[in-house]
T-cell receptor, first 114, second 116 residues
Framework: SQTIHQWPATLVQPVGSPLSLECTVEGTSNPNLYWYRQAAGRGLQLLFYSVGIGQISSEVPQNLSASRPQDRQFILSSKKLLLSDSGFYLC?????????????FGPGTRLLVL | AQKVTQAQTEISVVEKEDVTLDCVYETRDTTYYLFWYKQPPSGELVFLIRRNSFDEQNEISGRYSWNFQKSTSSFNFTITASQVVDSAVYFCALSEEGGSNYKLTFGKGTLLTVNP
């Protein structure tokens, strides 16, 4: 069965510091991978998605970036965090290239920028 | 305009009551998919159901049931005989043909609190 891991689970970082959040998927090959952010107020915002190694699509321009160095690894980064980067970051995966594939989510990382 | 509207921000019920969570969507596509996810206090989104636009049959899974009505663009979710463990935020989401194949548009969620 497939599992998805995210770490760290929680993170407190000062403004201006760098960020690296990691997501890995087990039990599947060639997954589509996603990064979402959930800010206060509960809305989920798609940040990045990737359909293969080195292929990243950005949905929202901001000071975050994503990379996919391996098939089942997805990394969310920032060179300098802003207060507004605080939130709950969720990684998700799906398989297939057709519309409407179910996305399965990881446990999330809670980020607080002070 | 919101593509997925969950008008109920918060609902509070007493255990064993039935509760319906509303979801209204907006799309011009004839082919689309609708989803419901549950987010318990731990934070992980748990997939509940996926429904395509050509299948209007209602679905029942244990105490959960879903009512899909294209005529009113609604995909409502009912929990029968609610339990405390049902307390969570519930999200409705839409995947459209006209958009990116990979994009889910989420509603803002409904916080359900089931009191003992």
């Amino acid at each position: 069965s497939q599992t998805i891991h995210q770490w760290p689970a929680t993170l407190v970082q000062p403004v201006g510091s760098p960020l690296s959040l990691e997501c890995t998927v087990e039990g599947t090959s060639n997954p589509n991978l996603y990064w979402y952010r959930q800010a206060a107020g509960r809305g989920l915002q798609l940040l990045f998605y990737s359909v293969g190694i080195g292929q990243i699509s950005s949905e929202v321009p901001q000071n975050l970036s994503a990379s996919r160095p391996q098939d089942r690894q997805f990394i969310l980064s920032s060179k300098k965090l802003l207060l507004s980067d605080s939130g709950f970051y969720l990684c998700a995966w799906s398989v297939g290239l057709t519309m409407g594939e179910t996305q399965y989510f990881g446990p999330g990382t809670r980020l607080l920028v002070l | 305009a919101q593509k997925v509207t969950q008008a109920q921000t918060e609902i509070s019920v007493v255990e064993k009551e039935d509760v319906t969570l509303d979801c209204v969507y907006e799309t011009r596509d004839t082919t689309y998919y609708l989803f419901w996810y549950k987010q318990p206090p731990s934070g992980e989104l748990v997939f509940l159901i996926r429904r395509n636009s050509f299948d209007e049959q209602n679905e029942i899974s244990g105490r959960y049931s879903w009512n899909f009505q294209k005529s009113t663009s609604s995909f409502n979710f009912t929990i029968t005989a609610s339990q405390v463990v049902d307390s969570a935020v519930y999200f409705c989401a839409l995947s459209e043909e006209g958009g990116s194949n990979y994009k889910l548009t989420f509603g803002k969620g409904t916080l359900l609190t089931v009191n003992p």
